[in-house]
């Protein structure tokens, strides 16, 4: 019996030794607690004013507070705060309540995003802050998890209350040979405001032109500015938007405003807007320094002008009227234009007396008007 009882006693404390080993096992590491799934809150929101709408713009965390990937699309929680995020005596705001996110802030609404990619949200401006002397307004968007739970708002993004800048009326635009001029409805100044053009080149296929080829190519977009803090002129020349393209602009009146410490911009709404295929119509100046000179050895007149700087220039023609024969003026330099600001005439007869003329041309065939006319003889050869 004492054997038995000795035999079934290390048995079951083989089977607790046993047991003992697997559960250590099952424990190798430290614990670690569930994940709230709290999103990590956004740094980066900007927001601007148009007309009456504020868009607000941020990029999407990729992980939650405790660095596991966040899955599917987040709830956002959008809210605003009048005057620039300060509490009491000019310090931070409050920290936000995990359950009821951050104290004072207005809703400004609801929506879902997907993590780890930008995001864009608009809501309108409230109607009692359209109005009235401008102040500063801060918005902030506070990520949640299923519980409504927030790991804190967003960075501020301030906008500015009162009345937005009135929208550009009768916009319009044309070419002259210097650019494309752009004209709109004039509007009272205002310290701070200004005309912000935008400018978007649209592609069209075909090579460029000879004077555009060996030059940099005009760029993409671009945004102008006129100001209008002291007069609105109602016209603007784009002296910087090659001709012979397409290019696309809209305007919009922006007002620059300074309160609570901050500048932002309130802009009015964009025109609608307006595509002009900026076709170079116009010719280059007329030549001008022209003179002749009769090379008696050579048996030529030679003629010579003043370059033409005109950037669209191809070349030059020569036209001559035959004042002894009485005939017309012709062209005698040939079909293609001259390219240098010169020419010899070697198809002249001695005795005769000529007149002659140059106009210039573009790369698109438009030709200016005549030079004035010079005259040059050539004498003819004396017997000794």
Same mark, same amino acid.
């Given at each position: 019996?004492?054997?038995?009882?000795?035999?079934?006693?290390?048995?079951?404390?083989?089977?607790?030794?046993?047991?003992?080993?697997?559960?250590?096992?099952?424990?190798?590491?430290?614990?670690?607690?569930?994940?709230?799934?709290?999103?990590?809150?956004?740094?980066?929101?900007?927001?601007?004013?148009?007309?009456?709408?504020?868009?607000?713009?941020?990029?999407?965390?990729?992980?939650?507070?405790?660095?596991?990937?966040?899955?599917?699309?987040?709830?956002?929680?959008?809210?605003?705060?009048?005057?620039?995020?300060?509490?009491?005596?000019?310090?931070?705001?409050?920290?936000?309540?995990?359950?009821?996110?951050?104290?004072?802030?207005?809703?400004?609404?609801?929506?879902?995003?997907?993590?780890?990619?930008?995001?864009?949200?608009?809501?309108?401006?409230?109607?009692?802050?359209?109005?009235?002397p401008p102040q500063m307004v801060s918005y902030f968007v506070e990520l949640q998890n299923r519980s409504g739970k927030t790991a804190g708002p967003s960075n501020p993004a301030y906008v500015a209350t009162g009345s937005a800048p009135a929208a550009v009326e009768g916009f319009t635009a044309h070419t002259q040979p210097k650019g494309v001029v752009l004209d709109w409805q004039s509007a009272a100044p205002h310290p701070g405001l200004v005309l912000r053009i935008h400018r978007a080149?649209?592609?069209?296929?075909?090579?460029?032109?000879?004077?555009?080829?060996?030059?940099?190519?005009?760029?993409?977009?671009?945004?102008?500015?006129?100001?209008?803090?002291?007069?609105?002129?109602?016209?603007?020349?784009?002296?910087?938007?090659?001709?012979?393209?397409?290019?696309?602009?809209? =305007?919009?009146?922006?007002? !620059?405003? +300074?309160?609570?410490?901050?500048? @932002?911009?309130?802009? $009015?709404?964009? /025109?609608?807007?307006?595509?002009?295929?900026?076709?170079?119509?116009?010719?280059?100046?007329?030549?001008?320094?022209?003179?002749?000179?009769?090379?008696?050895?050579?048996?030529?007149?030679?003629?010579?002008?003043?370059?033409?700087?005109?950037?669209?220039?191809?070349?030059?023609?020569?036209?001559?009227?035959?004042?002894?024969?009485?005939?017309?003026?012709?062209?005698?330099?040939?079909?293609?234009?001259?390219?240098?600001?010169?020419?010899?005439?070697?198809? =002249?007869?001695?005795?005769? !007396?000529? +007149?002659?003329?140059?106009?210039? @041309?573009?790369?698109? $065939?438009?030709? /200016?008007?005549?030079?004035?006319?010079?005259?040059?003889?050539?004498?003819?050869?004396?017997?000794?």
């Amino acid at each position: 019996m004492i054997r038995r009882l000795s035999l079934a006693m290390a048995t079951a404390a083989a089977a607790l030794l046993a047991l003992s080993g697997l559960v250590g096992c099952a424990l190798a590491g430290n614990p670690q607690p569930p994940t709230l799934w709290m999103p990590e809150p956004v740094r980066d929101l900007s927001a601007q004013r148009v007309g009456n709408e504020v868009r607000l713009h941020w990029t999407m965390p990729k992980n939650t507070t405790d660095k596991v990937a966040l899955q599917g699309d987040q709830r956002a929680h959008f809210c605003w705060t009048r005057g620039a995020a300060l509490g009491p005596e000019g310090k931070a705001p409050p920290r936000p309540v995990p359950s009821a996110g951050l104290p004072g802030c207005r809703a400004a609404g609801d929506a879902m995003f997907p993590p780890n990619r930008p995001a864009d949200f608009t809501t309108q401006m409230p109607a009692d802050l359209t109005g009235g002397p401008p102040q500063m307004v801060s918005y902030f968007v506070e990520l949640q998890n299923r519980s409504g739970k927030t790991a804190g708002p967003s960075n501020p993004a301030y906008v500015a209350t009162g009345s937005a800048p009135a929208a550009v009326e009768g916009f319009t635009a044309h070419t002259q040979p210097k650019g494309v001029v752009l004209d709109w409805q004039s509007a009272a100044p205002h310290p701070g405001l200004v005309l912000r053009i935008h400018r978007a080149l649209i592609p069209s296929p075909g090579s460029p032109k000879p004077n555009q080829s060996a030059g940099t190519p005009p760029a993409p977009e671009q945004t102008l500015e006129v100001d209008l803090d002291k007069t609105d002129p109602g016209q603007a020349l784009d002296s910087d938007a090659p001709l012979d393209h397409t290019w696309r602009y809209s =305007v919009e009146r922006v007002q !620059r405003v +300074t309160a609570d410490q901050h500048t @932002v911009e309130l802009s $009015g709404l964009s /025109s609608p807007p307006v595509i002009i295929d900026a076709k170079n119509i116009f010719p280059p100046a007329v030549p001008a320094g022209l003179a002749a000179v009769a090379d008696e050895q050579a048996q030529a007149i030679n003629l010579s002008w003043t370059p033409d700087s005109d950037p669209d220039l191809a070349g030059y023609i020569v036209y001559r009227r035959d004042e002894t024969a009485g005939t017309p003026a012709e062209r005698i330099s040939g079909d293609a234009p001259v390219v240098p600001s010169t020419f010899e005439d070697k198809t =002249v007869v001695a005795g005769h !007396r000529y +007149t002659y003329a140059v106009s210039a @041309v573009s790369n698109d $065939g438009v030709e /200016s008007a005549r030079s004035a006319e010079v005259q040059e003889q050539m004498q003819e050869n004396q017997t000794q």
